[in-house]
């Protein structure tokens, strides 16, 4: 495995298991067999646990930063609740042949999955560009 992938492939395992409940408390071994490697291979590509975690942490800053970079004007909290809203409309669309079937209203192939995910992708790119909202002022009584 060449030096990048390996690293690419522990930061991913290493991803997977801090998505897991107690998944921070994880050993560096735990880590290495999630990631098919040998703890020599963590070490040489990540170091410590400390360092791994740091590294971890730094793929994370760049993934949150990336949607502000090519969304401007957006704040962070804005931009968290379109990028939830846009996992979900696809979660719950794309799985699901009822909710599937509901979207296309006869205008698509149902089963075609590929040609509504498409759509999905126009229709959450759309989304993602729209202004931002601004929150009302509410008049108090």
């Known amino acids: 495995m060449a030096s990048q992938a390996t690293k ?3 930061l991913d ?3 997977l298991l801090f998505a897991e409940p107690g998944g921070a408390a994880t ?11 040998d703890l020599a ?8 646990k400390a360092d791994l975690a740091r590294q971890f942490r730094a793929v994370g800053r760049r993934f949150q930063a990336g949607p502000a970079d ?3 004007g957006h704040g962070a909290a804005s931009l968290s609740r379109r990028l939830h809203f846009v996992g979900d409309a696809m979660a719950q ?12 209203r006869g205008l698509r192939d149902p089963d075609d999955v590929d040609a509504l995910a498409e759509h999905r992708v126009a229709f959450a790119i759309g ?9 009302s002022v509410r008049a108090h009584a």
Do not use: F
């Not at 291979?41 to 410590?48: D, I, R, T």
């Not at 042949?97 to 509901?102: L, N, V």
């Not at 989304?127 to 929150?135: D, E, F, K, N, S």
């Open 70 to 72: 090519v969304l401007p």
């Open 27 to 37: 050993s560096l071994r735990q880590r290495a067999r999630r990631a098919g490697v």
């Open 13 to 15: 395992a290493a991803e």
């Open 93 to 104: 669309t794309l799985p699901n042949a009822a909710a599937r079937a509901h979207r296309t």
């Open 127 to 135: 989304g993602l560009h729209a202004a931002p909202i601004r929150p």
């Open 41 to 48: 291979a963590v070490h040489c590509h990540c170091g410590s």
């Open 8 to 10: 690419r492939t522990i």
